[in-house]
């Protein structure tokens, strides 16, 4: 599976949107883009999927090239409940087995 | 639906001792996981579950057993408890064809 590279933390003032940047250059053709939430304590949560161009959901939005070796997860309009670490991962049809990387820490500051 | 359930929330072990986590599903997901945490770090997979009575290692899996003797329960057990497996640890499961994991509350475990 392609290896992600994702910034380890960003700083955000309540109101702005935030983009969170991915690099995944080796991605395979059959593989999706993904992104989880985890709050403090809490166990991860799905975002957000997608293989090309754009995906919109209540949450977030993510834009992804035509090259697919990077995606961009935003958040409009961050809260300090927005505070979180965001993991991007690469999926090929999952069989509950994913991997993940240290994620990016977001804070967000009133 | 309660969805995925972990207990104890709490447990403290002395090095040696043996436990078992329990995980369980209700949403009749063939796939499910387990996952240990350590403080500043992503979730790194121990082991993981296709369906019933099959099993596979992940990252780390040195330590612990799994069994998957129905769809609901996916118990881990820990053999013989070392400080290093001072953790939070999460069970997590997904329908097949799908790629939204559900995680559970976690455990979290102190081994002195």
């Known amino acids: 599976l392609a290896k992600t590279t994702q910034p380890i933390s960003m700083d955000s003032y309540e109101g702005q949107e935030v983009n969170i940047t991915c690099s995944h250059n080796n991605i395979a053709t059959n593989d999706y883009i993904t992104w989880y939430q985890q709050f403090p304590s809490q166990g991860p949560r799905f975002i957000i999927q997608?293989?090309?161009t754009k995906v919109t959901n209540e949450v977030a939005s993510l834009f992804i090239p035509a090259d697919r070796k990077s995606s961009t997860l935003s958040l409009p309009r961050v809260s300090l409940s927005d505070t979180a670490v965001y993991y991007c991962?690469?999926?090929?049809?999952?069989?509950?087995?994913?991997?993940f990387g240290k994620g990016t820490k977001l804070s967000v500051k009133p | 639906n309660a969805g995925v359930t972990q207990t104890p929330k709490f447990q403290v072990l002395k090095t040696g001792q043996s436990m078992t986590l329990q995980c369980a599903q209700d949403?009749?997901?063939?796939?499910m996981s387990w996952y240990r945490q350590d403080p500043g770090m992503g979730l790194r997979l121990i082991h993981y579950?296709?369906?019933?009575?099959?099993?596979d290692q992940g990252e780390v899996p040195n330590g612990y057993n799994v069994s998957r003797s129905t769809t609901e329960d996916f118990p881990l057990r820990l053999l013989s408890a070392a400080p290093s497996q001072t953790s939070v640890y999460f069970c997590a499961s997904v329908a097949r064809g799908r790629d939204e994991q559900f995680f559970g509350p976690g455990t979290r475990l102190t081994v002195l």
């Open positions: 997608g293989y090309k």
């Open positions: 991962l690469v999926l090929r049809g999952s069989q509950g087995n994913l991997i």
């Open positions: 949403m009749n997901h063939e796939y």
């Open positions: 579950s296709v369906g019933a009575g099959i099993t």
